[in-house]
């Protein structure tokens, strides 16, 4: 049974994964406009993820005797000025949901909630990859300078198919 406060924490992150999704879909559609198939593949891939993240959450809920809230999403944005500093926003979003996660883990470890603070461990896990994989396509597009992009595009296939 999830006391009050470890449930009201996972249903924030519902709506902090959830919205993760939405950001990676309007990112994707933006990248697919501009005519950056890759790219756009790659954000459309991490949207479903982040969306099962979210239904693990929703599950754990319900399972463990609460009540998951379904909420309301804010409008991701619409335009990105580029894709370094789409790429950019990409790892700062997924470091604030690392710290989100922490903040859940931390929140169960006092309630005495031994299995969240057990069964979050794969989601402190999966922030560490996706992490890495953001900075890794940073470090690419730093690397490679002006024509990386195009070349970045048609290489971002694969590099999922590292995972
Ligand atoms: Fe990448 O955020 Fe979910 O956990």
Redesign the pocket.
Known sequence: MLTKKVEEFCNRQIER?GY?SNLYLAMASWAETKGMAGIAAWLYA?AD??KE?MLKFIKWVNERGGTAIIPEFKKPPVKYKGVPELFAEVLKH?QF?SAS?NEVLEVAIAEKDHATTNWIQW?VD??VE?ESSAQQIIDKLNLAGANAIYLLDRDIMKLRGDD
Do not use: D
């Open positions: 994964e993760s991490q993820e982040e993240h997924e949901i996660i989601f999966e922030q996706e």
